[in-house]
């Protein structure tokens, strides 16, 4: 497994926790995030990892901010991307069972460490369900791919 990581400033201790903790696990990471506590803009960091997640170079991207709100929200500006902004391991199992997220945001500011890797266990290690549930992920690829829900008549 290959997961990229990308944090701001906010979030480098607790990037490289995680980090280590993949590591730990035998999962490869590519870190795309600061190393320093200098301004770096988050949109920076997860547009990285978006682009590496959609074009299928990693399994799927965690992304770390101070609330994981910003850097979540542009990464789901990236065609292909659906990422889970969360707080807690249940919500990101589901995410992954039922959403088919491909990756994950939460914010070095609002959850500690261990929970945040209960979260990336928790998605990493969880499958898509399909059936019913992949018909609704099709219809949001359907609003990101052309702005209308037009199989819906809307
Ligand atoms: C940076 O100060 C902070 O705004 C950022 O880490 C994040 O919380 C934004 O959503």
Redesign the pocket.
């Known amino acids: 497994m290959k997961i990229a990581i990308g944090n ?1 400033h ?1 979030a480098v201790d607790m990037k490289n926790e995680v980090m280590d903790y993949l590591k730990s696990k035998g999962v490869e990471v590519v870190n795309v995030g600061t190393d320093t506590n200098e301004r770096f803009d ?1 949109p920076v960091a997860a547009y990285r990892a978006a682009k590496l997640v959609a074009a299928g170079e990693v399994d799927g991207g965690v992304l770390i ?3 994981g ?3 979540g929200l542009a990464a789901n500006k990236y065609k292909g991307i659906r990422c889970c902004i969360c707080s807690d391991p249940y919500t990101a199992r589901l995410s992954k069972q039922h959403n088919n997220a491909n990756m994950i945001a939460f ?1 070095a500011r609002v959850i500690g460490p261990e929970t945040a890797k209960m979260i990336v266990d928790e998605w990493m290690n969880a499958e898509f369900m399909g059936g019913r549930h992949a018909d609704r992920v099709a219809l949001i690829t359907e609003i990101e791919q052309t702005q209308a829900l037009a199989s819906r008549g809307e």
Do not use: L
């Open positions: 701001d906010a988050y901010c101070g609330t709100v910003g850097i914010g």
